[in-house]
């Protein structure tokens, strides 16, 4: 049984949505979250308050859908919103910058 409700099926329009509605604040609380983080330890690192944090996991929740913390994580990890110990990650394209370095292009 997941816990895990929201199945990327349209993934050119879902994702976005999503990812447009989810303010900067609140992708750095996921990246901590993956991190396995607590909200008070997230408050520290962000300088917020815990009930800042608090608020923020409860618009993510709603925002992306999931249940919980786990169901959480499983989501950004799906989508390449945070990248543990490069498991999961995707390669990113090289782009020629005309300078003979290549660059990578980031989401």
Known sequence: ?????QAPIDMA????QV???LSERELQVIEWVAAGLTNQEIAEKLEISKRT???HISNILTKTETD???A?????????KVCLNDV??????????GNGADSRIMN
């Open 68 to 70: 919980n913390r786990v």
């Open 1 to 5: 049984m997941s816990t895990y409700t």
């Open 13 to 16: 329009s879902g994702e976005s």
């Open 88 to 97: 999961t990650c995707c390669t990113l394209p090289n782009v020629d910058t």
């Open 53 to 55: 944090v608090d608020n």
């Open 72 to 80: 959480l994580v499983r989501w950004a990890l799906l989508w390449g």
């Open 19 to 21: 990812q447009s509605s």
